[in-house]
Nanobody
């Protein structure tokens, strides 16, 4: 089992910045992939960014150049630095951990990000 705890959401004005953090505990392995998805009200959950143990990153087109994902392998944690936030970035952000061997995913409880003036 894997437990994920997110922190760092909140209310920010357009153009502002927020940093989300996620700490994983339990059966975390070296080749696990960690990342962030988001879900706005009434919409499907979409990929935001992910990072492998080796540091290979992938971003959704709508956050490229504004968001940066990073990982601390020693602490089993992942951060999402979000800059130049837009109202359309408003959503619940979910941290996840994906196990390549078993194709099993674990999710955090989500943290609300609201971008509004």
């Amino acid at each position: 089992q894997v437990q994920l705890v997110e922190s760092g959401g909140g209310l920010v004005q357009p153009g502002g910045s927020l940093n989300l953090s996620c700490a994983a505990s339990g059966s975390v392995r070296a080749n696990d992939v960690m990342g962030w998805d988001r879900q706005a009200p009434g919409k499907q959950r979409d990929m935001v960014a992910r990072i492998s143990f080796a540091g290979i990153t992938n971003y959704a087109d709508y956050v490229k150049g504004r968001f940066t994902i990073s990982k601390n392998n020693a602490k089993n944690s992942v951060n999402l630095e979000m800059n130049s936030l837009r109202p359309e970035d408003t959503a619940v952000y979910f941290c996840y951990l994906f196990k390549i061997g078993s194709n099993r995913a674990y999710w955090g409880q989500g943290t609300q990000v609201t971008v509004s003036s």
